[in-house]
């Protein structure tokens, strides 16, 4: 099993620290959304709610699957913490 540098692991605690953040990461856990619905949920406009995800995505917490024009985005890890969020 591999170790993330100690260097990452206060940024990835910071990602995974803001509210609409964990809204994300509670959500995709259930099922795969598109930004329109993540945005919809949160209420919040879709530009901020990509800047969310794309944080999410740089620290591969999240993966986006293109399907023709739509990308829908899931958990591209398994986080046992969303059963107690």
Known sequence: MSTLPNTKIPEI????FHPTRLLIIQ??????????E???????DIST????????????????EKDK?????HLAIKLHVCSVL
């Open 13 to 16: 605690f910071k990602a995974l």
């Open 49 to 64: 709610m990509s800047k969310h995800l794309d944080i999410l995505k740089r620290h591969k917490i999240i993966m986006g």
């Open 69 to 73: 024009n739509f990308v829908y985005y």
């Open 27 to 36: 959500a995709v856990n259930y099922k795969k959304m598109l930004v329109k």
């Open 38 to 44: 993540f945005a919809e949920m949160v209420g919040i």
